[in-house]
Each structure stands twice: as C-alpha cells, then as structure tokens.
C-alpha cells in the first residue's frame, strides 16, 4: 500500500457514511436522470467511470472535441464536438452531463445555448466543475497553462504517461457565474451545491496531503465557508 492509499484510507474511506466526489457526482445524475433516459455526456474522453455509469441509466451518445471519444466503449453512439457546436439535433436529449469539462470552455454562452438546444423541454443539464474561488482554481486561473502541463499531473499523483491538462478559462465557476449565465440562456437552477471532498489535488507529499486535509475538515465544519470548497455540482433544468 502507498502512503497515498493509506491516507485516503485513514482520513476517508474510514469514516462512516463517506462517498468520494465521484459517487457523490453518480447520485446527483441518479437522482435527476429518469431510467431509460436518453443521455449526452459532453466532454466523454476515452471509457471512464462516469461514461460507465451513466451507460446503466439509459442510451448514452458522447461527444467531444478529442476523436478519442470515439474509443469510449460505454457509448452506444460518439462524435465530435467542432467550433463548439454540439452535431445533434434539437430536443435529441432527456439529460446532459458533463464532468469537469465547464472550466475548459471558453464561451459558456456559447455552450449553454447547444445544451439548451439539444436538451427536450424540462431535460437537466448535470455538472460538477472545480469552484474558482478554492485556492487550488485559483492558482490555475492565475497562472499560465505552461505551469499547469508541468505540476498538475504531479500534484494530482498521475503518472508521466497521463496526458497533460486541457486548457482551462473558468468563465462560469463561481455561483454567480452560473445563475446569471443560466437565467440568460433559459436554464432554471434546479441545484447548485459546493462540495469539498478528499484533496486529490495534493497527492505529492504527505504535508501537502495533511495540510488539504486540514482545509477540508475546515470548510466543510460551516455553511458560512461553502464558497471556499472545491467544487461545483449543479443541476440546471430547461424551460
């Protein structure tokens, strides 16, 4: 076992009652997908856990801007997303998800008038997307993406094989953000939560990891320190 395992098993997995970010992203989706859905997964990459989970809920089409997607063995269908423009047709969908693909888009706008398109009236948009105003999407948005190819598989404990970080703009990862650009675009927000969970993001060294722990343990004690956590999970509904 590695000191990594270790942790997250004493820190974490240990507690009662505790569920990653990821199953916790799979109940948000469960809980706003009906059974036998017709789902998007809009940033679906290569087979992942979630493109598996949510292939049990219903048909699942995947789309994203990398071919690879094509490779995803959990889609009953997959193409590519060029210029931002979703190939779909209108209402072709019940659900879309997508799982930390928001702060890579540059033109929210854009983006959320191809889901609303997409989406059959009163379908749910269902995301989970890093909050800018925690301190580690922070730093990304302030720094250059040169510095994120060279730490970010690091500090997440990724190997030299991992691809680099997509380019990120954070133009909808605040609370604000979101409403606003949702009311402009004919999204009600059904659910807008955030969740701070086991720092995976500090995966190099145990001080590091001890010192996410403690700031966990710290915005998740009170309400009053919610805009501090790590992430966004939101669920936006189509009028």
């Given at each position: 076992m590695t000191w990594q395992e270790d942790?997250?098993?004493?820190?974490?997995?240990?507690?009662?009652?505790?569920?990653?970010?990821?199953?916790?992203?799979?109940?948000?989706?469960?809980a706003n997908i009906p059974?036998?859905?017709?789902?998007?997964?809009?940033?679906?990459?290569?087979?992942?856990?979630?493109s598996?989970?949510?292939?049990?809920l219903g048909t699942l089409t995947?789309?994203?801007?990398?071919?690879?997607?094509?490779?995803?063995?959990?889609?009953a269908a997959a193409a590519t997303i060029e210029a931002g423009r979703l190939p779909f047709a209108d209402a072709a969908f019940d659900a879309v998800v997508s799982n930390y693909v928001v702060e890579?888009?540059?033109?929210?706008?854009?983006?959320?008038?191809?889901?609303r398109r997409v989406l059959a009236p009163h379908g749910r948009y269902v995301f989970r997307t890093p909050n800018r105003h925690h301190y580690v999407a922070t730093v990304s948005w302030l720094t250059p993406h040169w510095f994120h190819a060279l730490v970010a598989n690091r500090l997440r404990g990724r190997g030299h094989g991992d691809h680099d970080p997509y380019p990120t703009s954070?133009?909808?990862?605040?609370?604000?953000?979101?409403?606003?650009?949702?009311?402009?675009?004919?999204?009600?927000?059904?659910?807008?939560?955030?969740?701070?969970?086991e720092p995976s993001y500090a995966m190099l060294a145990r001080p590091l990891f001890l010192a996410g722990v403690a700031y966990e343990r710290t915005v998740n004690a009170s309400e009053a320190l919610r805009h501090l956590r790590s992430n966004l999970f939101v669920v936006l509904t189509r009028s």
């Open positions: 942790y997250l098993a004493r820190f974490y997995r240990g507690r009662p009652g505790w569920r990653d970010g990821t199953r916790e992203f799979h109940d948000l989706c469960r059974q036998g859905a017709r789902i998007l997964e809009v940033g679906a990459g290569p087979t992942n856990p979630t598996r989970f949510l292939a049990s995947g789309a994203d801007p990398d071919p690879a997607v094509r490779d995803n063995t959990a889609l890579h888009v540059a033109d929210p706008s854009q983006h959320l008038a191809e889901i954070y133009a909808m990862n605040t609370e604000r953000a979101v409403t606003e650009l949702a009311a402009a675009r004919g999204f009600a927000v059904t659910s807008l939560r955030h969740v701070e969970k």
